[in-house]
């Protein structure tokens, strides 16, 4: 839902050309901001393999020790131990790829038929457009947190249902804006000189529009990984996410919880790291759509 | 949504007179949300179908055959599926949304038992969202591009970027662990209260900021903002009579409509602290696969949101007359 402005994206591409200082200067951030993104995926995946994370396993004589930097921790736990002696460093990292892995691959649920059918309407309107902008339109005017609810009490919890989840909060906006690139892409002249030169619609639809929306698709996906971590992470920290042995920040922070008052700190940095991650993922869409949303560069 | 109502020069037909056009446009609306609200509950119904035998739930996977036989009759799902949906139809229409198979009691006295406080929540929660997030958003409009600017999006963003319950929890390590100033969990006094409606807050607040600043910055650019200066009316003046007056209907369409999705979309901070509200009432009926109690709160999820809907509708044509 954090798309919400995005409700007016036109690509008809008669906006003055941003001056070439400008968008130097929005590469550069966009840049900056996947910079620390990449280095965390790759720290996340190859800190496990490199032996240098703390052992795991349990042990009850080392239960709850506060972080290393903490009085009365020590630095062979950098983040500290839970209930049962297990390194809360060791079980970040785990937990962090399969977040990543979800907020990833969730995006790409959601993003897919969004695309698929904001590019069906907005290219042939008439009835399919009708009857996609209806469905658009409920799914929009619903709390669809309770469908999703609804869907997981009656499937139970597993990936592919949280996954079915994901698409179903996500495709909506993201076809709704692709829908409206497309009726102003379909207007422009080398549609019509492509439809004219006898090129098939289907040719048209995924040769011609589809790379033309590359650029907003890409940004509406970036958006999305962000939602996709929120929605897992509580969906999980109630419960009805990810399930055991599987951990994702989400759960470790359910698991947090009930230490709230002896141990903080198993709670603090996976949601500290949801919450940064997040940031700077809204903050790469954010740059990477007014990059390619005509309306918005002018300003 | 309601951003797709057509704006039309005022100047075409007789001021403030309903015509055929606008009673076109507004059954027009009604029916796009009834065909909404007519999704959910087929979505809720059928969802309550695939959801297995509920006979097994009730009586226990050792009963004879004859005895569930006797017991689908009685809830009437041995008829056919279309005559269900219908009853089930007529049933929400008359305010009967089923019986839980968990309580023993009727649906819709439960949600109405656990609304108050849900309601009490969500008010607090949104008016903090307003107070801190329209002034927030004006602050940032008035000053785009600078630093202020920068800092108070920012805010907003991680606003969007924070799971909220996580929020919640750390507001109960800081203030009710650590400093022991406020109670965390239970409810009832307005003490309870404070820690709850914060966390509540802290989305809407920040799609509050960002969109009054959009709208704040837009209404700023405005000729009739540099003709008011012109003529030397005070700038906060200016600021607050002239631009946010004709920034504020994307801003009260955001209140609204958030407050509907507050409503039944609180599951993870009424978890956090404990609150007897709505959202606790849907994870008990999860947890127990307590399938009538999750479609009547999807239900009535639904037809608030729907209700919300054209609330903002009905408010957007009284204030702005270019809609109607």
């Known amino acids: ?299 | 949504m309601n951003t797709s109502t057509q704006t039309r020069p005022a100047a075409t037909r007789p001021k403030g007179r309903l015509n055929a056009g606008t009673l076109r446009r507004a059954g027009a609306r009604v029916a796009a949300l009834l065909a909404s609200l007519l999704i959910a509950l087929s979505m809720a119904f059928l969802l309550g179908r695939l959801s297995g035998d509920p006979t097994a739930t009730i009586l226990g996977p050792m009963a004879p055959e004859e005895q569930r036989v006797q017991l689908r009759h009685e809830l009437g799902l041995d008829r056919p599926l279309i005559v269900q949906y219908l009853d089930y139809l007529k049933g929400v229409f008359t305010g009967d949304l089923g019986q839980s198979l968990q309580f023993y009691q009727p649906n819709t006295t439960m949600i109405m038992d656990r609304l108050p406080f849900t309601l009490q929540l969500v008010a607090g929660g949104m008016a903090l969202a307003v107070l801190i997030g329209v002034p927030l958003g004006v602050l940032a409009a008035r000053r785009e591009g600078t630093w202020w600017d920068r800092a108070a999006s920012t805010l907003a963003l991680l606003g969007q970027s924070v799971p909220v319950f996580w929020f919640g929890m750390m507001l109960v390590v800081l203030f009710a662990v650590k400093l022991g100033w406020l109670p965390a969990g239970q409810s009832g006094t307005p003490r309870h209260l404070v820690l709850p409606a914060l966390t509540m807050s802290v989305y809407p607040m920040a799609q509050i900021a960002r969109l009054t600043r959009a709208s704040m910055s837009e209404a700023l650019a405005e000729p009739y903002i540099d003709s008011a200066r012109a003529r030397g009316i005070a700038p906060l003046r200016v600021v607050w009579r002239h631009a946010f007056k004709n920034a504020m209907m994307p801003i009260l369409t955001i209140v609204v409509l958030q407050t509907g999705i507050l409503l039944s979309g609180a599951v993870a901070v009424e978890y956090v602290y404990s609150w007897p509200g709505l959202g606790q009432l849907a994870l008990q009926a999860i947890q127990f696969r307590d399938f009538p109690l999750v479609q009547a709160i999807v239900v009535f999820g639904a037809l608030t949101f729907v209700l919300l809907n054209l609330l903002v509708d009905v408010i957007h044509s009284i204030v702005d007359p270019r809609v109607r």
């Not at chain 1, 399969?98 to 309407?121: S, Y």
């Not at chain 1, 994901?166 to 497309?182: D, P």
């Open chain 1, 1 to 299: 839902m954090t798309q919400l402005e995005l409700e007016t994206t036109t690509g008809d591409g008669t906006a003055p050309a941003t001056p070439p200082r400008r968008r130097r200067r929005r590469r550069t951030s966009v840049f900056w901001l996947a910079l620390p993104l990449a280095a965390a995926a790759i720290l996340v995946f190859v800190l496990p393999l490199t032996g240098l994370l703390p052992e795991a396993g349990q042990n009850l004589d080392a239960t709850r020790r506060p972080p290393g930097f903490l009085a009365g921790g020590a630095w062979s736990h950098p983040l500290g131990t839970d209930k049962l002696g297990q390194d809360v460093l060791r079980q970040f990292v785990t937990a962090g790829r399969i977040t990543i892995v979800i907020g990833l691959v969730g995006a790409v649920v959601a993003i897919g038929p969004g695309t698929l059918l904001g590019v069906l309407a907005g290219y042939f309107r008439g009835w399919v457009d009708r009857v996609i902008s209806v469905l658009i339109d409920a799914q929009l005017a619903l709390p669809f947190i309770l469908i999703a609810l609804a869907i997981i009490s009656n499937r139970g919890s597993s990936l592919p249902v949280l996954f079915l989840v994901l698409a179903l909060t996500g495709w909506a906006v993201c076809a709704r804006v692709t829908r409206s690139a497309t009726l102003a892409i379909r207007e422009r002249q080398f549609v019509l000189g492509l439809r004219a030169a006898g090129a098939s619609e289907t040719r048209i639809v995924f040769r011609h529009v589809l790379p033309n929306l590359a650029g907003t698709i890409v940004a509406l996906g970036t958006l999305q990984v962000g939602t996709a971590i929120l929605i897992e992470s509580a969906l999980s920290f109630l419960g009805l996410g990810v399930v055991p042995p599987m951990i994702s920040w989400g759960s470790l922070l359910a698991s947090g919880q009930d230490e709230l008052s002896q141990a903080w700190w198993i709670a603090f940095f996976p949601g500290l790291a949801i919450t940064l991650l997040v940031l700077l993922v809204n903050l790469l869409g954010d740059a990477l759509l007014t990059h390619h949303d005509p309306r918005k560069r002018r300003r």
